[in-house]
């Protein structure tokens, strides 16, 4: 399952620091506008403590975490929407991400430009926030005022269209209102007719707070509604160049339990809805992602097409019963191993093996 989450905020805010550290990939990080211009792709673990436990029971030749796709995308100015800055190419490549993720800048260094001709210790994440909110939405804008007219003709002939042309009529109201798409409330047919409209605000977004580190531990308002993750850019970079115990003391000297960047993988992971199953043999223990509430031909389908259309039934354990009874034997003679069939929904951590035709 391919799917990526873009790093945006405004200039400067550490976007490149953050994605540098997040995926240990030399990406150009510096002091001034536009120092990204072609997006940075970098593939993430997610970090799941269930692997190694699955891994100590069947001893396999490799462990494979979950992963989620991260793009970092070009800083956004005021007026991107209408061209300013790198606008069109930023805004074109967040259409192309699954999900947002917004850098806000917290942090207080006068050595770094907040904007041109404005540094010191001045920072307003609330305002860096809106002003992105405020391009993204102008942006959605103009794209229905472009799909309107052809959508009018297209839903006369196709009565099909027609809800996609009442809920996009809506949603130009309800963007005038300074109100992003993903908010508005609509009926099931009416958000999958939403989709069609590819629009910025329909996207899921999660905040992380570039914060300095004296502010790790502080609990920070919610940004449109959402709890922001405060990360301290540089301290997950300065961790990314540690082994692992060197790391782990370091974070135990902060009173953090584990990184920033685990947090914001994580959650990434959740923002998109979704989970994962587990395989677990000699070869290899392996989380596969699938989407929360897929059935079991669906999950099947991830490891290879061919699965899902050939998809017989499944044998399924949960996690906690795997590792309490000490893996598939156990599971089995103590009848905890079942046998499942298409209509199965997934759960998060159930181990799965499958039987299909070929």
């Given at each position: ?26 990406g ?57 800055g ?51 939405i ?60 590819f ?9 992380v ?7 790790l ?5 919610p ?11 540089k ?19 902060l ?14 992971y959740?923002l ?11 070869m290899?223990?392996?989380?596969w992602?699938?989407r929360?509430?897929?059935k ?42 079942r ?20």
């Open positions: 399952m391919s799917l990526s989450i873009g790093i945006v905020g405004l200039p400067n805010v550490g976007k490149s620091t953050l994605f540098t550290a997040l995926t240990k990939k030399g150009l990080a510096a002091n001034y506008p536009f120092a990204t211009i072609d997006p940075n792709v970098g593939i993430v673990d997610v970090p799941d403590e269930r692997l190694q436990k699955l891994a100590d029971i069947v001893n396999p030749g490799r462990i494979v975490p979950a992963t989620v796709e991260f793009v970092d995308i070009a800083g956004l100015v005021k007026g991107a929407n209408e061209g300013e790198l606008g069109n190419q930023f805004l074109a490549n967040i259409r192309e991400t699954d999900a947002i993720c917004e850098v806000v800048r917290y942090f207080k260094d006068p050595n770094v430009m907040r904007e041109v001709g404005r540094t010191g210790d001045f920072v307003d994440p609330a305002g860096d926030a809106d002003t992105i909110m405020t391009e993204l102008l942006a959605d804008l103009g794209t229905l005022e472009k799909q309107l007219p052809k959508l009018e003709k297209d839903a006369k002939r196709d009565k099909e269209l027609q809800v996609k042309l009442v809920v996009a009529k809506r949603l130009v109201d309800w963007l005038n209102d300074g109100k992003r798409a993903a908010t508005m409330e609509m009926s099931d047919d009416e958000r999958l007719a939403a989709k069609g409209l629009l910025l605000t329909m996207k899921p977004i999660l905040y707070a570039n914060v300095d580190e004296d502010m531990g502080d609990e920070l308002a940004i449109d509604g959402v709890k922001p993750i405060p990360i301290c850019a301290v997950e970079a300065e961790l990314s160049e540690l082994d692992a115990d060197e790391a782990a003391e370091y974070l135990s000297d009173g953090l339990e584990k990184s920033g960047l685990e947090t914001l993988a994580q959650a990434a959740r998109l809805g979704l989970q994962s199953y587990f395989t677990a043999g000699e290899e223990v392996k989380a992602t699938v929360i509430g897929a079991a031909p669906e999950a099947a389908g991830v490891i290879h097409s061919d699965f899902e259309r050939g998809f017989i039934k499944a044998e399924v354990a949960s996690y906690e019963d795997y590792v309490e009874l000490g893996g598939e034997a156990g599971c089995k003679n103590a009848g905890k191993l046998m499942e069939g298409k209509e199965y929904v997934v759960q998060d951590g159930d181990i799965m093996h499958f039987r299909f035709n070929v």
